[in-house]
């Protein structure tokens, strides 16, 4: 289990949500970048912290951070 995990990766929905769900089951804290710049990492990361019962907090500055805990 970790502390922290940084998702960055390619930029569809599919692929986002895969990656982005093993993390947020793996960590305490997983951030996203390109929230703002790619609306399918957004909605992907909504999903991730729907689908996790976590909290999905987005900030719009520099192409978006999205961070769920």
Do not use: M
Not at 36 to 60: H, L, M, Q
């Amino acid at each position: 289990y970790y502390d922290l995990i940084h998702v960055d990766i390619v930029h569809t929905y599919e692929d986002t949500y895969a990656c982005g769900l093993w993390s947020a089951q793996h960590s305490k804290c997983t951030i996203f970048h390109d929230t703002e710049s790619f609306p399918e990492v957004r909605w992907a990361v909504y999903d991730i912290a729907k689908a996790t019962g976590k909290k999905f907090y987005n900030y719009p500055k520099h192409y978006g951070l999205g961070i769920i805990v």
